[in-house]
């Protein structure tokens, strides 16, 4: 069984910063990309940022220049530093990883959400 633990969200005022982190844990056997997700009410959950196990990234235009996603591999963890936060930001973030088990099986593993409100 894998778990994937968000922490991080919270309430801040536009032009402020946060930092998302997600912890990879149980019958891990390798771990591909990680990446996070968001979505907003009543919109789709849209890709923000990944990153590959070689550590390349890919942002959404609407984040480039502010966030940063960066990974630990020898704690299975996925970061996503937020800075330049904007109202347009607000949103449940969730990490996402693609995982391949102990047992030789690859699935999409999904966090919780943690929820990012940007508002003054």
């Known amino acids: 069984q894998v778990q994937l633990v968000e922490s991080g969200g919270g309430l801040v005022q536009p032009g402020g910063s946060l930092r998302l982190s997600c912890a990879a844990s149980?019958?891990?056997?390798?771990?591909?990309?990680m990446g996070w997700y968001r979505q907003a009410p009543g919109k789709e959950r849209d890709l923000v940022a990944v990153?590959?196990?070689?550590?390349?990234?890919n942002y959404q235009d609407s984040v480039k220049g502010r966030f940063t996603i960066s990974r630990d591999n020898a704690k299975n963890t996925v970061y996503l530093q937020m800075n330049s936060l904007k109202p347009e930001d607000t949103a449940v973030y969730y990490c996402?990883?693609?995982?391949?088990?102990?047992?030789?099986?690859?699935?999409?593993?999904w966090g919780q959400g943690t929820q990012v409100t940007i508002s003054s």
């Open positions: 990153v590959a196990s070689r550590g390349d990234t």
């Open positions: 996402h990883a693609l995982i391949t088990t102990t047992m030789g099986v690859t699935f999409n593993y």
């Open positions: 149980g019958s891990i056997f390798s771990i591909n990309t």
